[in-house]
């Protein structure tokens, strides 16, 4: 669903820079009104990037709904036929198998017969599964878009009196014993529910307190109103809803809802802006394609498809729940350049998107590889605090294990899902990880790792390393009281270095390298016992980065902090420690009484700001990311002046703790 850009992204100001600077200063923006948010950092677990060898396949169509009751895992879609992994032979099955997670083998003994495509899974609070999708009848009997099933057989739990009478069941949710239905359909147990519905998980009586409707399609040829996504907060108390929509119960809401179910349900006073105007195709009517809340439901993710435009196309963008307004920006979006975004999970602090993309950290991108794209050929994984692709890339990819009649690269990633132990993939196509998977895919927490917080050191009192030329810097104890004598030690790795700062027990620090695209580098170097490692660079996706050109930096919070001699203004990017990733977006924070274009050297000590300047002293002041003005250069005290001994002029200035 590639498609070239016709609209520039909405966020974007250009600004005349000198060349020596320009990769630096590339679509800078001023800090979007709800990123005074700084997220807090939280260790994060990823799958292996490995799929599971023993998945069965599927043929045809594509897989699109998990779920899975003890052992045995259930996938729904609309495919016509399914194997076993190894297996040669073909066997008959549509819509619905189940098999077994450990060692792949089918369950023959699950037989449903459904005359139409599986869109969703649920497990109810007894242990059955819940099946909601288009079709009209159930192992030969009528039974619109909604049923239960015996997990064992497959056969229809008669009782259970849930029914979306008039249309789709795109997804279906349980929580506790409430069970959350939305699609295209506008009636439910033959009572009017548009789009929107909630019943009793148990026994599929409606729950006649939820009455909660979204109309109106966008205005659009062929464009008709559905909900496409749905998900409900860990707590129960919040329900965001995406889709083919402008109204929710009278109220103006366009392709996105808040839902507050704390007490009676009724639409939220949220509401944004930012999936109101068109992408670039009519063909995209709609554009959020999917949501979901982090596991302790602090924030949620939505991603689109759609082409560029002046709204969140073909991007993915992080949303706090504890915001409220009616014009509520998202904390960070991270734009494809013009690749459709169309599936998500976010779990256990990462947030895995899929769909029909080749790059991430795009937004400089157009139908093509801009400054700062990232490759991700339809999978990735992206820091939870910034959005900047995380070092995992499976890839959707068959390599070159395609059997013949196979489909290498399909359109649409329709469902992924964190079970117990493990992330699936639903897809209309037969890669993964450089693998033939056919149709649906698992990726095991187990043969994963963790990402340990990372961040600037937290300690009120270390050691200053100031730049003293080639393999050599000078060590300055420093505490809120004052600092040290200096003293010379050596390092003899660091040498040509630029701006530094510190991240955990990390030097970054920048060089120049005529060998780089953009004639320097950033190098990475640990820090053991005050010494400097050989250093390596961070990240080949960063050789458009003049990192160079900074006058000073430091790292907070998924945040790398920057100045620059030519221009007078305190930038950041975002940075992902795992990986190394530099955002391709530069952003600027509001300040006041500082010529930034003064500084030289920069570094954060326990929210102070402490940096060097032209004029060879060492000043701090307080550093706030969240105020109205993050740094009021009036209130800055000189820590230090500059004496023959030691001169603060010098770009290469970080803190550490030993």
């Not at 179910?261 to 959020?288: E, H, I, L, M, Q």
């Not at 810097?473 to 510190?502: D, E, H, R």
């Not at 010529?595 to 032209?614: E, I, P």
């Amino acid at each position: 669903m590639s498609l070239k850009r016709r609209l520039r992204p909405r966020p974007l100001t250009r600004i005349l820079v000198p060349a020596a600077v320009m990769s630096l200063t590339v679509a800078l923006t001023a800090i979007p009104a709800s990123a005074v948010y700084v997220p807090p950092s939280k260790a994060a677990t990823l799958v292996t990037a490995n799929p599971a060898d023993n998945t069965p396949h599927a043929q045809n169509g594509s897989m699109r709904a998990f779920a899975q009751i003890g052992t045995t895992v259930y996938a729904g879609g609309s495919f016509t036929g399914v194997k076993a992994a190894g297996a040669t032979a073909w066997s008959t099955a549509s819509n619905l198998i189940a098999y077994d997670i450990g060692t792949g083998a089918l369950k023959t003994g699950f037989k449903p017969v459904l005359d139409g495509a599986v869109q969703t899974l649920a497990v109810s609070p007894d242990g059955k599964l819940i099946v909601g999708g288009s079709f009209g009848t159930v192992n030969g009997v009528a039974r619109k878009n909604l049923v239960e099933l015996d997990p064992a057989t497959g056969a229809t739990i008669t009782s259970w009196a849930g029914r979306a009478d008039g249309g789709v069941v795109r997804r279906a949710i349980v929580h506790g014993n409430h069970l959350y239905i939305a699609g295209a359909f506008h009636w439910v147990n033959g009572t009017e529910h548009s789009l929107l519905a909630r019943l009793d998980a148990t026994t599929g009586a409606i729950d006649s307190t939820f009455q909660v409707d979204a109309s109106g399609a966008r205005p659009y040829p062929d464009s008709t109103e559905l909900v496409w996504g749905l998900a409900v907060a860990p707590n129960g108390n919040t329900v965001v809803a995406v889709g083919n929509f402008t109204k929710v119960n009278g109220a103006a809401r366009n392709q996105v809802v808040m839902i507050d179910t704390s007490g009676t349900p009724a639409v939220a006073n949220w509401n944004t802006d930012r999936y109101v105007p068109a992408c670039a195709s009519t063909a995209f009517p709609f554009y959020a394609r999917d949501v979901d809340f982090a596991d302790d439901g602090s924030y949620f993710v939505i991603v689109a498809d759609g082409g560029d435009g002046d709204g969140y196309c073909d991007s993915t963008a992080r949303w706090e729940t504890a915001d409220r307004g009616t014009d509520v920006k998202a904390t960070w979006v991270d734009f494809t350049g013009s690749d459709s975004v169309t599936s998500l999970e976010v779990a256990d602090g990462v947030v895995y998107i899929g769909g029909h993309f080749r790059w991430q950290n795009n937004t400089n991108g157009d139908d093509s590889a801009g400054a700062g794209a990232v490759g991700r050929y339809g999978i990735a994984a992206l820091d939870q605090q910034n959005g900047v692709p995380l070092a995992w890339n499976p890839g959707r990819s068959p390599g070159s294990q395609l059997p013949t009649g196979g489909t290498s690269w399909g359109p649409i990633m329709w469902e992924m899902w964190k079970g117990p132990s493990g992330l699936f993939i639903g897809q209309d196509s037969d890669g993964l990880g450089n693998e033939y998977h056919g149709r649906l895919g698992y990726f095991p927490s187990s043969g994963g790792r963790t990402i340990a917080v990372q961040d600037a050191p937290q300690a009120a009192s270390g050691f200053l390393y100031l730049g003293a030329g080639d393999g050599k810097v000078k060590k300055v104890s420093y505490a809120a009281s004052g600092i040290g004598t200096a003293s010379t030690v050596n390092q003899p790795q660091l040498t040509g270095a630029k701006a530094a700062f510190a991240l955990s027990n990390k030097v970054y620090w920048a060089k120049t390298d005529s060998s780089a695209a953009s004639g320097s580098v950033l190098n990475v170097s640990t820090l053991a016992s005050g010494t400097l490692s050989a250093p390596w660079v961070g990240s080949g996706y960063n050789s458009w980065f003049t990192a160079a050109s900074m006058t000073g930096a430091f790292f907070l919070q998924g945040r790398m902090y920057y100045t620059t001699s030519s221009s007078n203004s305190l930038f950041y990017r975002y940075l992902t420690p795992d990986g190394s990733v530099v955002g391709c977006t530069a952003f600027t924070l509001p300040t006041t009484g500082i010529d930034w274009r003064t500084v030289r050297g920069m570094t954060w000590v326990a929210g102070k700001l402490v940096y060097g300047s032209t004029d060879g002293s060492l000043r701090k002041v307080t550093f706030d990311p969240a105020a109205a003005t993050a740094v009021a250069g009036a209130s800055a005290t000189v820590v230090a002046p500059k004496t023959t001994a030691t001169n603060w002029n010098n770009p290469t200035l970080f803190f550490a703790t030993s």
